[in-house]
């Protein structure tokens, strides 16, 4: 392991500058958002594999997790995905052109819709994931399982109050 990384070496030179700040939230701030980027990357090529972009794999993964038949209405794929109700109405209609979802009329309240998985979107999706495991395996590799588990709690920790 380097003795030093390069938010040490920014840490240092503002500590030298500033040394009446405490810079002690950097050093773990700026290392999540570097790797960030890292991740993003991953991400970003794991899903370009499967053809997909990174939104939608958000609401192909979000359809796959629910299960069979693999449907959701559109308000829980909003709740999902964090997006506002014009964002997943365009998300929806685009996977729809793509042949990756399609609305159908919900069974139970003949106003409503839910937006269901097709085979092709559901191999996309499944692609993507293993992709993103391997990339994301990779990116932990100088890592023990202990320092993995260890990791995530803190980070847990730390992501609870933003939940």
């Given amino acids: 392991m380097p003795a030093h990384d390069e938010v040490d070496r920014i840490v240092d030179a ?22 960030s980027r890292h991740l993003d990357r991953a991400r970003r090529a794991a ?24 449907q959701l209405s559109p308000k829980a794929l909003l709740q999902q995905t964090l997006v506002s109700s014009g964002t997943m109405t365009n998300r929806i209609d685009r996977l729809v052109e793509r042949m990756l ?17 097709t085979p092709s979107g559901r191999e996309r999706v499944d692609a993507a994931i293993s992709q993103l495991l391997a990339a994301e395996s990779d990116l932990l590799d100088g890592l023990s399982t202990a320092d993995q588990e260890r990791l995530a709690g803190l980070l847990r920790k730390l992501s609870l109050d933003f939940d």
Avoid: C, H
Wanted: proline share 6%; net charge neutral; aromatic share 10%.
């Fill in 47 to 70: 899903f370009a594999a499967s053809e997909l972009d990174s939104w939608e794999f958000d609401v192909l993964s979000a359809l796959r997790r629910a299960g069979k038949p693999y």
């Fill in 14 to 35: 503002w500590t030298r500058e500033r040394p009446d700040l405490d810079f002690t939230p950097l050093q773990v701030l700026s290392r999540v958002g570097r790797l």
């Fill in 101 to 117: 979802v399609e609305r159908r009329t919900d069974p139970n309240d003949g106003r409503g819709i839910l937006v269901t998985m």
